[in-house]
């Protein structure tokens, strides 16, 4: 979710970005059938790792070239200015989602709650200022509070990158692990924490930030290795099995309770370790098929996709009120499959045409599309 400097594009950011936004719409409409068919039925993690990895790549490719040619404090002034851009368009969706509950919770009162909007009625002034200080969300909201933190942390991680890159990464790792061993969090209002710990999902960021600022050229040849793709199309295969038993039970009988006392939980909101390796397994076999580059012959096909994937803020903020609306509307109507296939390709149809009026606005001013 970052802004661009006039840099090359790599289409399968936007690819990949877009698809990912596209999945994350139909997962969060309970209701919808084609939710069991996403990628979180088949693995251990899903198109939210999608998101935050390609947004530190991104970080990576835009602000580093920014830091080397205008200097770092101008990359910084950028990378801080992208941070308030999320925030300001986190704190919108939120009044917006508001006033569609409001308007909905005419005939679905429980809307409300299913929207975690109902503490603005108990306590307005307190819910709002927890809003402004990033304490509160509600339903669906939190990768954006996540990603405000990772990209206004960027001021301690941009300088180290491309100063210490190792001793960054080594930082970022040490920190994911003290997270998870003395158990930190954020707390979150009214009561828990916040969903997506910072703490933890900053180390797949700045793995995607330093991925992102080395040069196009660098040679990484230890993952030339047939040794890490056995192990990788290995683990996804286990991670496979294993989700396949969350939709047909009778596959847990062949996996030895040893193995289930081990991996579960397998928690989404503090990074799991098995999430992070399913993460970069699945990465490095889909690295490894597909082409460097969108063929120019197929951007043509993926264009409404590669449109999603290029305004990903707005994209996502729209996808948040139209999931809900989503939601709304197949409780209230009749819930068939005709109707969530409607709710469905309305909705994708809806966030591409406003990614393509971006895209328009952005071409007529000549201004490069955001990476």
């Not at 969060?28 to 251990?44: A, D, S």
């Amino acid at each position: 979710m970052d802004n661009s400097a006039a840099v090359g594009r790599d289409h399968r950011i936007d690819l990949f970005r877009g698809l990912s936004l596209w999945l994350i719409f139909i997962d969060h409409i309970p209701e919808v059938y084609l939710n069991r068919i996403t990628p979180k039925n088949f693995g251990f993690s899903d198109a939210a790792e999608i998101l935050v990895f390609l947004s530190g790549v991104a970080s990576g490719m835009v602000y580093t070239p920014i830091a080397r040619q205008s200097g770092l404090r101008i990359a910084l002034q950028r990378a801080i200015r992208r941070g308030f851009e999320i925030y300001f368009a986190q704190l919108c969706t939120i009044a917006l989602l508001l006033l569609t509950a409001s308007l909905l919770a005419i005939w679905q009162p429980d809307l409300l709650h299913h929207a975690n909007v109902a503490v603005f009625f108990a306590d307005p002034f307190e819910a709002a200022w927890q809003a402004v200080t990033m304490r509160y969300s509600p339903v669906n909201l939190d990768p954006l509070l996540l990603m405000i933190t990772l990209h206004l942390a960027l001021v301690v991680v941009l300088p180290g990158i491309l100063r210490y890159p190792v001793a960054t990464l080594m930082a970022s790792a040490l920190l994911y692990v003290t997270s998870h061993l003395l158990d930190w969090y954020i707390p979150a209002y009214p009561a828990g924490q916040v969903y997506f710990n910072p703490m933890n999902w900053q180390f797949l960021y700045v793995i995607g930030v330093w991925w992102g600022a080395k040069p196009a050229h660098a040679a990484l040849h230890y993952l030339d290795l047939k040794l890490w793709m056995l192990l990788a199309v290995g683990y996804v295969a286990f991670s496979f099995f294993i989700a396949l038993g969350w939709q047909f039970h009778s596959l847990e009988a062949y996996v030895p309770a040893p193995i289930f006392r081990l991996i579960y939980p397998i928690d989404k909101g503090h990074m799991d370790i098995l999430r992070l390796l399913h993460f970069f397994a699945l990465a490095f076999v889909i690295r490894k098929v597909l082409p460097a580059d969108v063929p120019d012959r197929w951007q043509h096909y993926l264009r409404p996709v590669l449109w999603c994937g290029e305004h990903p803020l707005a994209v996502y903020c729209a996808s948040v009120l139209l999931s809900f609306a989503g939601h709304a509307f197949l409780r209230m109507a009749w819930n068939n499959l005709l109707t969530q296939a409607l709710v469905t390709l309305g909705g994708i149809v809806i966030m591409t045409g406003i990614a393509a009026k971006l895209a328009h606005l952005n071409q007529s001013r000549g201004s490069p599309a955001p990476i």
